[in-house]
């Protein structure tokens, strides 16, 4: 993620016949390919400062930054709704061309290459413009196995959190995925930042590149370590 670290502050395939028309997959496929694995909340902690990167994006796009008027900071994870967020996370995963950023850090909604921040970004936007609660979809800042700071989307649920990343087409537990847990958006105001409980912070972090273009890069290593995992 360009500049973060000076801001700190599947689906399986189903069998068609020659009657049988291709359609999308029906939940009970995705049930059997994808099931809905088990996770908790993350532990939140005290207020931190924002990321600039993401008090700009709140002046730059200020609809993104309300709060929710129905004051929903979970869901009930439907498969339904464990299908959509599948969905979402895999197709954003494949519009946005990966590219490095240089310069300020800035998080664009409609980036046709960037980095993990504009993934995460427009993750959260179409999930709330598909009827998702704002106060039950986040962004969280962690630090990968490469020591780089990294942006996600999160989403509370009834079975706990969950982690949309650009690193993985697989929507995951935010516990299972390797990372360091840093901070994250307020469910109650986007706009404020939360400490998220867990190791001390004790090394310096480098710009996140979120997918890397060769395997020679430390990206290209811990996207490979993650989706190991």
């Not at 016949?17 to 059997?32: C, D, F, G, K, N």
């Not at 999160?154 to 360091?180: E, H, I, K, M, Q």
């Not at 590149?209 to 890069?217: E, H, I, L």
Request: hydrophobic fraction near 40%; charged fraction near 25%; charge should be positive.
């Amino acid at each position: 993620m360009k500049r973060l670290a000076a801001s700190m502050l599947v689906v399986g395939a189903v069998t068609l016949t020659a009657e049988t028309p291709a359609r999308a997959m029906p939940l009970s496929a995705t049930r059997l390919a994808n099931p809905i694995p088990k996770s908790t909340p993350m532990r939140l902690g005290p207020a931190v400062l924002a990321p600039i990167a993401a008090v700009r994006f709140c002046m730059d796009f200020e609809s993104e930054c309300r709060a929710g008027e129905d004051g929903a900071t979970m869901v009930a994870l439907t498969e339904e709704r464990w299908a959509d967020l599948d969905e979402v996370n895999r197709s954003v995963n494949a519009a946005i061309r990966p590219r490095s950023d240089d310069g300020l850090d800035i998080w664009n909604l409609d980036a046709a290459a960037g980095d993990c921040d504009d993934y995460a970004v427009r993750k959260r936007h179409i999930l709330i413009s598909r009827g998702w609660p704002r106060g039950a979809v986040g962004l969280a800042i962690a630090r990968i196995p490469s020591t780089e700071y990294h942006l996600v989307a999160v989403v509370a649920t009834d079975r706990g959190d969950f982690v949309l990343d650009n690193l993985r087409d697989r929507v995951v537990p935010w516990s299972r995925t390797g990372y360091r847990w840093m901070m994250r958006s307020s469910a109650e105001d986007p706009r404020l930042w939360l400490a998220i409980a867990g190791p001390p912070r004790d090394r310096p972090g480098r710009r996140a590149v979120p997918v890397a273009y060769n395997r020679s890069t430390p990206t290209a290593k811990a996207r490979k370590d993650t989706l190991s995992q």
